[in-house]
């Protein structure tokens, strides 16, 4: 059987309290460096799209350009002679 | 044992630990001795306790805003993460699991029965506690050493109530066979 006294010598509640700032601490920087990791592989992704989308040659759309042509015919009155 | 109002209150105490920490004092001096005693009987080793006992409370500090009332007392809860604190640290260690059960408590197991005391009895007694199972040696220490009831020591060990009264039961029953011993569920002849 341990006395009171052993006991009481190993009673600290200011350690404690110590260790649990520590612990918060540790865990409020650990979350800045996630966010700033999450932050960092989201700006990596954007510039990487971005200059993928920059090295894409610009392609003509016959298809569109013809509708774009029914279009302004339909307005001049060409299409309503059909 | 607390009263309801007396557990309330200790659920108050635990909910402003979560925003002030200085307000966990309070609990913490009152029952340091108390898991330092249940740890020490679990280990046998007073820096080891030691550790073990600040990790409890660190824990519970940590985690006070994400605990519940549940109709059991704080302290159960206190016992609970000593409990898994001392379990993780046999998985860990891979040792055998010392349990060192003092003289006064199976002098006190003894007076619950109605047998008379007997030296060698007693001597006997403390052998046999030494050679049962872990789990039968855990819900007689909650039981009759710490003086817990059956909805805590099922709190404490997770496991369901009328297991844990299965488990005393059975632990009262080798008693019984082997020593003669007449204790009750409740610690009264």
Redesign the interface.
Known sequence: MISSGRIAHHRNYSELMRQHDKEVRLKRVLRVFTYFLIILFLLILLLIVLRWEGKQPHKSNPQSTENLNRKSDFKRGIGLRV | MLSEDEIRQEYAILEQSGRN??AF?EL??KY??KI??FI?RQTDD?DL??DL??QT??NA??NCQRFEFRGVPVSSWFYRIAANEVNKHYRKEKKMRVFSI?E?RVRELIEMSDDVMDEELIQRLLNYLKELPTDMLEVLELRFFEDRDFGEIAFILNITESGAKMRTYRALDRLRKNFNLSIKYDGKK
């Open positions: 920490p200085e004092g913490y001096e340091y001795d330092f005693h020490y007073e306790t030691a006992c600040s409370f660190l500090l940590k003092e006064t």
